[in-house]
């Protein structure tokens, strides 16, 4: 079984930063992609950020230029520096890893983390 356990979320003024981290812990031989979610009360979850094993990137156009996604392959973290933050950006924000349980498994499975609330005040 893996787990992914999300923490840094919390109140922050608006132009403030704040930094996510999601470690992954249990059965991993290795993990794909990597990546945040969002969703705000009453909206549908929405991605955030990508990244693959290799390292490239991807942002949703709300975050881009503000938000920087990282991993640390060594310790099956990644990461989320969000700056100069926003009233909406203000959501529970959720962890995703693509994971290879087993060398023995070809197959990955997808795995979600708690969320974690980041709340920004205007």
């Known amino acids: 079984q893996v787990q992914l356990v999300e923490s840094g979320g919390g109140l922050v003024q608006a132009g403030g930063s704040l930094r996510l981290s999601c470690a992954a812990s249990?059965?991993?031989?290795?993990?794909?992609?990597m990546a945040w979610y969002r969703q705000a009360p009453g909206d549908q979850r929405e991605s955030v950020a990508t990244i693959s094993r290799g390292g490239g990137t991807s942002y949703s156009s709300s975050v881009k230029g503000r938000f920087t996604i990282s991993r640390d392959n060594a310790k099956n973290t990644v990461y989320l520096q969000m700056n100069s933050l926003k009233p909406e950006d203000t959501a529970v924000y959720y962890c995703?890893?693509?994971?290879?349980?087993?060398?023995?498994?070809?197959?990955?499975?997808?795995?979600w983390g708690q969320g974690t609330l980041v709340t920004v005040s205007s």
């Open positions: 995703y890893a693509d994971v290879r349980r087993a060398i023995t498994e070809i197959w990955s499975v997808e795995v």
């Open positions: 249990g059965s991993i031989f290795s993990i794909n992609t």
